[in-house]
């Protein structure tokens, strides 16, 4: 016999969230609301993120466990290391640009997407702010890799990541890791475990621990603002 799960609404004019605690192990949370940049914030800073597909309800997640990063522990072969030689790595000079490239790269290669505009709009608005940042690769001039996310004290929250060049990706998430440990930053948040992170040195943590340390890394920093 199936067992029915209540998921809750959020309110439209209430950015209030239930306890990241009361999701699934899956990281369901709540649904509903919207994507309003003081929302974003609002979420981010609790531990909980925005996924969905395009013709899904608006949902939003905790998962358990949770994929984090120490800025010191990436790992660089040699051949990344040698590839690197050859990019520009650049920080907040087209930050649309890379978002809109994670999602048409996605598409392109047939997989569903949670970004929209109405994402882009809100993330935008909070890159002009100061909140939301992009680590760009260059090759001979040319974007071909890069990432965004947010940086919210000494935590930054990893969305998404494209390369339409080999190590371009790998090299901007080394180049984020420099930025994060030069701002005294104290982890990345990958979201979901995946095997390819792991290869570059993420580790998992109970979702217990994770909101712990997204809880002290906030109160011992605040939501801190700036350009990169």
């Known amino acids: 016999m199936a067992t029915k799960i209540l998921i809750p609404q959020l309110h439209p004019k209430d950015y209030e969230f239930p306890s990241p605690l009361d999701a699934s192990d899956e990281g369901l949370l709540a649904w509903g609301g919207d994507l309003a940049p003081e929302r974003l914030l609002r979420a981010y800073s609790e531990g909980i993120f925005p996924w969905f597909n395009e013709d899904d309800p608006l949902l939003w997640w905790s998962p358990n466990p949770r994929l984090i990063l120490f800025p010191d522990a990436i790992k660089q072969s040699k051949s990344l290391l040698k590839s690197m030689k050859h990019f520009d790595i650049r920080y907040d000079t087209c930050f649309e640009r890379v978002m809109r490239s994670c999602w048409q790269t996605r598409l392109a ?6 970004i929209n505009e109405a994402l882009i709009e809100s993330f935008c608005a909070l890159h002009v702010k100061g909140f939301a940042h992009s680590v760009e690769t260059f090759f001979e001039g040319n974007l071909v890799g890069g990432l965004y996310g947010l940086y919210l004290g000494g935590m930054f929250c990893g969305e998404s990541m494209f ?11 080394v180049g984020l890791c420099r930025k994060v440990k030069s701002l005294g930053g104290d982890f990345i948040d990958c979201q979901l475990p995946t095997e390819h ?9 109970s979702r217990e621990v994770f909101l712990k340390m997204t809880q002290e890394t906030l109160n011992k920093n605040g939501l801190k603002e700036g350009t990169w």
């Open 109 to 114: 290669k047939g997989q569903k997407s949670w």
């Open 163 to 173: 390369s339409i060049k080999t190590d371009a990706s790998k090299s901007a998430l």
């Open 197 to 205: 992170l792991k290869s570059l040195g993420a580790i998992e943590r």
